[in-house]
């Protein structure tokens, strides 16, 4: 075993972890020092989920923390690269399981205690009773806020949130327990054909969000969009709301990367407000 191995290993004792734990069962992530809390927030996200996971496979948290001048977390190692397209079924319908039965024993409120991370970005948290006043001004908001500092600022997000905020409370969301960041980099089946999900952005929200975002980036299979709706269908309207949903994802992007993903951002804004402007006339 290597220099490393066993330096980890004496961490993990600290931690509390057996010495008898096989070093090759487990995965280790790691930031700078700095970014502790992204990995702490990380972890607290996969224990929320798993309780609601169902058939759904999570990687489970082993010990976060600092050492040799980095922030680590330790998880479960999953083998991934399983091909069955069964298992995207399976995901479909354990994941519309875990927003329902997490909305019904859920705080019936949007959102997360405290400031959390989306990726390198923030995600910030307390509580509304509004879906449309959490998603305006918690998320698109901050991110136009962001973006305004930056420089970046459109002319139109004013009356964007003012017309979307009412439209997304007539949809009456209630509040599931969503992973956050659903997009194909975070999603697989493993070899022995089990679905797994891993590095969320938790929060109570509209359960939309995650099917929405799990069709960025080249989506998930079709079979997974399918099984969710067989599982648990989405209201009408709910293409129309990806639109409103991915934004946040888009103007995340921008704030860290810029590039094209403004290009991104200037066309949602256009198509959310001519829907938003059409319901009006």
Request: hydrophobic share 40%.
């Amino acid at each position: 075993m290597s220099e490393s191995a066993f330096e980890l290993r004496d961490w993990l004792q600290q931690q509390g972890v057996s010495r008898d734990r096989p070093i090759e069962t487990l995965f280790c992530k790691w930031l700078p020092a700095r970014d502790l809390e992204r990995l702490e927030a990380e972890a607290e996200g996969l224990r929320a989920l798993i309780p609601w996971a169902d058939e759904l496979v999570l990687p489970r948290p082993i010990a976060v923390g600092s050492a040799a001048g980095r922030a680590l977390l330790v998880l479960d190692r999953l083998e991934l690269g399983g091909a069955d397209p069964m298992g995207w079924q399976h995901m479909g319908r354990a994941l519309a399981r875990l927003h329902r039965n997490s909305m019904e024993a859920g705080p019936g409120l949007f959102g997360w205690e405290g400031d959390r991370w989306i990726g390198a970005g923030i995600q910030r948290g307390g509580w509304e009773r509004s879906w449309g006043r959490f998603f305006c001004r918690q998320r698109l908001g901050d991110q136009f806020s962001c973006l305004a500092r930056k420089g970046l600022q459109w002319e139109e997000s004013e009356e964007l949130l003012a017309r979307l905020e009412p439209w997304l409370d007539q949809h009456q969301a209630q509040a599931s327990l969503v992973h956050g960041d659903l997009w194909p980099g975070n999603a697989a089946v493993l070899s022995d054909g089990r679905p797994c999900i891993f590095d969320p952005a938790v929060s109570y929200s509209d359960r939309e969000v995650d099917i929405a975002m799990a069709s960025m980036f080249g989506g998930l299979p079709q079979e997974f969009f399918m099984a969710y709706n067989d599982e648990w269908p989405l209201p009408a309207g709910a293409e129309q709301r990806r639109i409103a949903y991915n934004l946040f994802h888009f103007l995340n992007h921008a704030n860290l990367f810029g590039g094209s993903y403004i290009a991104n951002c200037e066309m949602s804004i256009r198509q959310l407000l001519q829907i938003l402007r059409a319901r009006s006339t």
